[in-house]
């Protein structure tokens, strides 16, 4: 499946149980010469609490607390409104016309439930990289620096983006996001993804934005979010829930043999 470009590999183990996901298989699966490729690997299974539980693993290995493109293909899937839990908190999703729309529920901006390194201000960090300056840090389930900048294309995210993510003030590394203004209602934005590396999208790097410029007064909600895959758009007020609304996509379905990554 894909939201936007983003792509996924979706493992249904909610009837059926599948072996455990190890970051080696996630790896394996991931590679797109030798494997199936995605951004990210997504793992239903049952719970306890929710209608069910959704894990979300990075091409890396590595496993996210959420994913925002990888939610609505979720809510496509399954086909009816859910409550269903993740590392990052409890999402409502509800299906829609060729897509979703998910409560992502509400940000963070505390040092220390972003997390970063040490105590600063998060509205403004006082860090820097080459011409990315003061980003707010975010946390919509997993950990996100918001730059903006004058041309969000002109930026070298390539190059960036790793030295950024990989930062010491990060502990748990970092998404970086790097937006400009195109409009009183309109973010144009460009992810490097924890784990992925650059994406044609990242919703909840769509989300985080949105509600960095909607704190410092760029725009008003709602928002739409131009990536290089295309449009989100994102709801938010101070003190409530995100509102994450596109499109989702089947791709195909397959099979493999798990014991040919194990």
């Known amino acids: 499946m894909h939201g936007l470009g983003n792509d996924f590999v979706v493992l249904d183990g ?16 991931g590679d797109r010469r030798t494997g199936i490729g995605f951004d990210q690997l997504i793992l239903l299974e049952p719970s306890e609490t929710q209608d069910f539980r959704v ?10 607390g959420a994913c925002g493109n990888g939610s609505r293909a979720i809510a496509l899937l399954h086909g ?10 409890t999402l409502s999703l509800e299906p829609l016309e060729g ?5 992502m529920g509400s940000p963070r901006f ?32 997993n950990p996100h620096a918001v730059f903006f900048v004058e041309d969000a294309d002109a930026v070298d995210l390539e190059a960036l983006g790793p030295v950024i993510e990989h930062d010491p003030v990060f502990p748990e590394r970092v998404n970086v996001n790097v937006a400009s203004l195109a409009g009183p209602d309109h973010l144009r934005l460009r992810v490097w993804e924890r784990g992925a590396g650059l994406t044609r999208a990242c919703g909840t790097g769509a989300c985080a934005t949105a509600v ?6 760029l725009v008003q909600s709602p928002v739409r ?5 295309g449009d989100l ?13 596109g499109p989702a996509t089947e791709s195909y379905r397959g099979s493999f043999r798990w014991d040919d990554y194990a």
């Open 212 to 217: 960095a410029a909607i704190r410092k007064g």
């Open 55 to 64: 894990r979300f693993f990075n091409s890396d290995g590595s496993e996210a």
């Open 14 to 29: 909610r009837e059926t149980a599948l072996p455990a996901m190890t970051p080696a298989v996630a790896r394996a699966l």
């Open 110 to 141: 505390d040092w220390d439930a972003i997390p970063l390194a040490y105590a600063m201000d998060t509205f403004a960090m006082p860090v820097g990289w080459e011409t990315l300056e003061g980003p707010m840090a975010v946390n919509v389930g």
């Open 99 to 103: 897509g979703a729309r998910v409560d």
């Open 225 to 229: 979010v131009t990536l290089p895959g």
């Open 80 to 89: 009816a409104p859910a409550q269903v839990e993740t590392a990052g908190g």
């Open 233 to 245: 758009v994102i709801a938010w007020q101070p003190g409530g829930t995100i509102l994450m609304s």
